[in-house]
């Protein structure tokens, strides 16, 4: 009986919720997930809810709030965030409030009257102040109808952005026993998901889950070589399209946007150490379409909401996939065509490295490190790019997407199946217990002392691989990963685990088809410029007059000639006309245009040998 009660009023008050929706909100429809979600928070259960950045999620705590009796309490963790909700909700004629240090202390003391004068239907906070215990005793006294906690994924240890005080907001459980939760993130893979669940004490929370599939987005990564020339071409390129640049560091972005601004771009930069007006300014030109490019830190970004953005450019690399995924969602929010490039420098990668590596070892470290190397293998992937983002998050599917860089322009395919078994089995062999180094040392026949501790050189594994290079097996593995043959448990230092689909390839009952290791591109700890027989010093000059070379003439140095060529070059050192024209990538034009200066640089090297 209670059941059908239930239902009844779910029912009305879904169709209260869809009206409100139409009259106030402007949809004429709830978008995936958005009914669901309310009618379960209608019904008094736990929710967690797993939607796409620009999937409307705020909408599922905004139409309860209006229509619950109470307040609903949102857990935030961003000030800038909290205001321009707030703010956004003023404007569709919803009472809301925020409390948070940037607001003196009578403002907060008219918030607190306010709510107990029962004005407010929202109050957003940050998780520090909701768990200060002399708020918890205001929290007694208030009919609260819902508390929803934004950006979850902060809850979780095993989360991009961890955040200890999030981790503590279990405890409203306690405090608010008979309260629904409802948990927001628009990233999170299972072993995120389910912490979130534990942390917050959800009971049988309801999961809805979209998909992470934005099929409008173009993801491209594009090697960096002369960062600014290429940014300019780009935006120049977009006509006047509305795009945001993400940079690693304020005084990069305020760089970028100066030197757009004088080659005539409608641009501004955006950070939190600048002035609140010229933050302010920034964003509102930026909404109001006045400004065309913002260049920013990733404090830009979280509360906007501007459906036109055509384009996402990250200038440096993001730290997890889990954030690229959600700054790069902020383009083609409308669902019109829309564009996500990123420029990878493997330099940046190894800088990244050592600011980790320079860290004490810490869960929370292991955490960002296995974070950092999936987003690594992103920017370095040689499979279907929109693939390999969407199997991270265990949506797997196996159907290339034809609109990423390396569905349009594909890298060269072989029958990588002997490759795939003999990987897989040495996964197998070594017990599931091991990461990528170690388990490419066995199939290398490495002799380093980690080998002898487990006695793996006895493996039927061992040195089946020896006929490659570390690169090629670490790219082979990688696509293992990115194709769902393997995973990297983040529990077990990163450990490598066959998953049900690696069992026909191991029986050789399909075949896999693999991409060639495009060694002279990828990069990452062991860089591929050490390995090889070429003479090192020699190959550093000519990559150094290659960038000369390129710069001169506004074009990528790849296009001067490959590092294949410069590493051919630094083995058979060519000294004459004929001998330049061995090597492989030269032909009578490029021997015309480059082979004098080649020609002379590794004279001259030899000549400083002698």
């Known amino acids: 009986m209670a059941n059908h009660h239930a239902t009844e009023h779910q029912g009305a008050t879904l169709t209260q919720a869809a009206e409100l929706l139409k009259k106030v909100f402007g949809y004429d429809a709830f978008r995936f997930g958005q009914e669901e979600i309310i009618s379960n928070v209608f019904a008094g259960g736990d929710t967690l809810a797993l939607l796409p950045t620009g999937a409307g999620k705020s909408l599922c705590y905004q139409l309860p709030a209006m229509l619950l009796d109470g307040v609903t309490i949102v857990v935030s963790p961003l000030v800038s965030l909290m205001d321009d909700q707030v703010a956004a909700m003023r404007e569709v ?15 907060i003391m ?9 004005e407010l239907k929202v109050l957003y906070l940050a998780p520090e102040r909701l768990l200060q215990a002399h708020f918890r005793e205001r929290l007694q006294e208030l009919k ?4 929803a906690v934004d950006e979850a994924h902060c809850i979780s240890q095993w989360g991009h952005d961890f955040r200890p005080e999030y981790g503590q907001l279990g405890m409203v459980r306690e405090w608010l026993p008979g309260v629904p939760v409802l948990a927001l993130t628009a990233t999170a893979d ?33 090697e960096k070589y002369k960062a600014r020339t290429q940014v300019l071409k780009y935006v120049k390129r977009q006509r006047g399209a509305s795009g945001i640049i993400y940079c690693g560091s304020r005084k990069r972005t305020e760089e970028l946007a100066e030197m757009l601004m004088r080659e005539g771009v409608r641009a501004a930069a955006y950070h939190a150490g600048l002035n609140h007006d010229v933050r302010n300014a920034a964003l509102k030109g930026f909404i109001r379409d006045d400004i065309d490019v913002v260049v920013a830190t990733v404090a830009f970004g979280m509360g906007i909401n501007k459906p036109n953005v055509r384009f996402v450019m990250h200038f440096d690399l993001p730290r997890s996939i889990e954030a690229y995924y959600q700054e790069t969602g902020r383009a083609g929010r409308d669902g019109a065509a829309a564009e996500a ?13 050592r600011m980790l590596e320079e860290h004490d070892e810490t869960p929370q470290l292991r955490v960002e490190k296995q974070k950092f190397s999936a987003m690594n293998s992103f920017a370095e992937a040689q499979t279907c790019r929109r693939l390999v983002l969407l199997n991270y998050f265990n949506e797997y599917r196996d159907k290339a997407c034809g609109n990423c860089d390396l569905c349009l322009q594909p890298p060269r395919q072989y029958d990588g199946t002997v490759d795939a078994q003999k990987a897989l089995s040495c ?8 990461g990528v180094n170690h388990v490419v040392d066995v199939l290398r026949g490495s002799q380093n002392q980690k080998i002898k501790q487990f006695n793996h050189e006895q ?7 020896s006929d490659h290079s570390a690169e090629y097996w670490v790219s082979v593995i990688r696509q293992l990963i990115h194709r769902g043959l393997l995973i990297q448990d983040i529990r077990r230092h990163s450990a490598l685990v066959l998953t049900e689909e690696a069992r026909p390839i191991l029986r050789g009952e399909i075949a ?23 003479d090192k010093a020699l190959f550093r000059r000519l990559k150094k007059l290659r960038k000369e070379i390129a710069e001169a003439e506004g074009k990528p140095p790849f296009v001067v000639f490959s590092d294949v060529s410069l590493q051919e070059m630094a083995l058979l050192l060519p000294t004459s006309e004929q001998e330049f024209l061995r090597i492989s990538g030269v032909g009578l034009i490029k021997l015309e245009r480059y082979g004098h200066a080649f020609i002379t640089e590794i004279s001259e090297y030899l000549a400083a040998d002698q």
């Open 93 to 107: 004629g919803l009472p809301a409030a925020a409390i948070h240090s940037g607001l003196n202390a009578p403002e």
């Open 110 to 118: 008219e918030t607190f009257r306010q709510l107990h004068r029962g």
């Open 144 to 147: 609260v109808a819902l508390v």
């Open 190 to 222: 299972a072993v995120t998901r389910q912490d979130i669940i534990d942390r917050l004490q959800l009971r049988e929370p309801r999961l809805v889950q979209g998909s992470f599939d934005r099929p409008n987005i173009r993801y491209i990564v594009q």
């Open 341 to 353: 490039i990123m420029l990878y420098e493997p330099g940046d990668a190894a800088w990244v490295w």
């Open 427 to 434: 996964v197998y062999r070594t017990g599931q217990q091991f």
């Open 459 to 465: 493996l039927s594994t061992y040195g089946i691989g």
């Open 512 to 534: 896999l088809t693999l991409a060639e290791p495009r060694l002279a591109a990828t990069s990452g700890l062991n860089s591929v410029v050490e390995q090889g027989q070429h």
